[in-house]
């Protein structure tokens, strides 16, 4: 918006499956690439962001017990997001401890609380990568595991006309000049 004061972006957030969209209601689209996801014909889809699973946790929190190996999540809440309920599932699969047991689990409505949670020392909580990425180099969170650990998560795309208006290609071009992969 600095540099393109007279473009007035309008951010409108939902879970409409982009066909779904009405041809016309937007410029561009940003999505994950969940498997079956259909995006509207016409329109150009592009990778920008990849993201990994990183557990994540506050720093004062691991004094009491480190966490070495997945196994010893035990020890900790797991802190879950009620929007993405196979999270932890699947991470706990990936790290080859499907039926780790944790001492405890608290669940929080959006994948942000749980992350806020994790802040605060409550647990541990699971988020992509570039979304705990500053809570990461301010020092507030720490990734745990190697990065063998933490696996691929579907990526963000976007989708456009084929032709771009100048506003559109100012956004794209800023999307993608903007990103910071500290973790990716």
Known sequence: MRKHPHIRPEVTTNDTSPEKLPVGSFDIILRRRYPGIIWPEGMSTRPFLHERAVPVAAPRLLEQSPVLRPDDLEAYSLLHSNRRTEDWRKWLTHAGVPALNPVSELHFEHRQFALQAAVEGMGIALGPSEMVAVDIAAGRLLPLFNRSL????????????????????????????????ILA
């Open 150 to 181: 933490w696996p691929p998560l579907a990526p963000y795309c976007y989708s456009h006309a084929k032709v771009l208006t100048p506003a559109t290609r100012a956004f794209v071009d800023w999307l993608i000049s903007h990103r910071v992969p």
